[in-house]
């Protein structure tokens, strides 16, 4: 698997790294380290003082790319590439991941103050949004910034879609712990009666029939899943809206991820389907690997 690690060498980067490197893949990685440096800014004072700042930070670079080497000596043992940009970064970001044909972008996220989304948050939410490949935002576990571990507690949303099937499949090429617990999750609609004058029998029959499917998608495919980790169960929540019904499970279950299939980057998935990946990424108190697997699986 090709993973891009884009790090800025800051206790979040840190600890999406961390995360990264406790996940189990079956197959030796092919990993990328990025690190976006801004521009030199031009100053009254001259050149002198931003290239003593250039070189800081290329040393800098330098240092942090050598500890994750040596981080991931174990898991990335024919192939690591060393990569230092100055720009954009998100932009930087999206063109390596593309021209590296990467399957999955890893990087960290910050909490959900207002600042936090205005600055390094919208960093994250521009890659995760844009991105033709899969992406792992990683928030920290608490306010300390604390090293990540493995997740033992994952929330899969599926709604029985290639995409969230796919998630699933991409999922699968990891070797979780045995104590992990999965949550097979899926969303039933639910009707607004009180915005409505009267509600037809044929409308409540709709209702009730879409969440005996919704049960029996969720039921069979953590069935599936139970066969090969054994800690999975299916739980169905009634709601208007799937993103917030997501988000409000990982956080009674307190989930260290949740794991969901994006379907795409049209302008109708922007508005509707991918309001929920969206809602998700923005709102979750934990990580969110948003899967895009379904696109390498349709062109095999």
């Known amino acids: 698997m090709k993973v891009l690690l884009a790090t800025d060498g800051s206790s979040l980067a840190k600890n999406a790294a961390e995360l990264l490197h406790h996940l189990k893949f079956q197959q030796p990685l092919k990993l990328s380290v990025l690190t976006v440096s ?7 004072h001259g050149n002198l003082q931003n290239l003593t700042r250039e070189e800081e930070e290329k040393e800098f670079v330098a240092r942090h790319h050598a ?3 040596a981080m991931f ?34 990087i960290g996220a910050v909490g959900h103050s207002l600042v936090s989304r205005m600055l390094l948050g919208s960093i994250s939410d521009r890659v995760a949004t844009h991105a033709k490949c899969s992406v792992l935002v990683v928030r920290p576990p608490d306010q300390d910034h604390r090293p990540h571990v493995c997740p033992k507690k994952i929330t899969i949303a599926y709604d029985g879609s290639i995409a969230s099937r796919e998630a699933i499949n991409e999922m699968m090429q990891l070797t979780w712990d045995p104590d992990c617990e999965f949550s ?10 009180l915005m409505s004058e009267g509600v037809a029998a044929g409308v409540l029959e709709d209702e009730a029939k879409a969440l005996e499917q919704t049960k029996g998608k969720a039921e069979y495919m953590a069935k599936q899943l139970a066969e090969k980790l054994p800690n999975t169960h299916p739980h169905v929540i009634r709601s208007q809206h799937e993103g917030e019904a997501i988000v409000r499970f990982t956080e009674h279950q307190q989930s260290d991820l949740v794991i969901l299939g994006d379907t795409g980057h049209s302008l109708l998935h922007d508005l509707f389907l991918g309001s929920t990946t969206k809602y998700v990424l923005r709102h979750a108190p934990c990580s969110v690997w948003i899967s895009r697997h379904h696109h390498t699986a349709e062109g095999e």
């Open 38 to 44: 801004l521009g030199p800014e031009l100053t009254i």
């Open 67 to 69: 500890e994750l080497e």
């Open 73 to 106: 000596k174990d898991q990335c043992p024919d192939y690591f590439s060393k990569l230092h940009h100055t720009g954009n970064v998100a932009q930087s970001i999206l063109e390596v991941s593309r021209r590296i044909v990467a399957d999955l972008i890893v």
């Open 184 to 193: 097979v999750l899926s969303i039933a609609p639910s009707y607004d009666y």
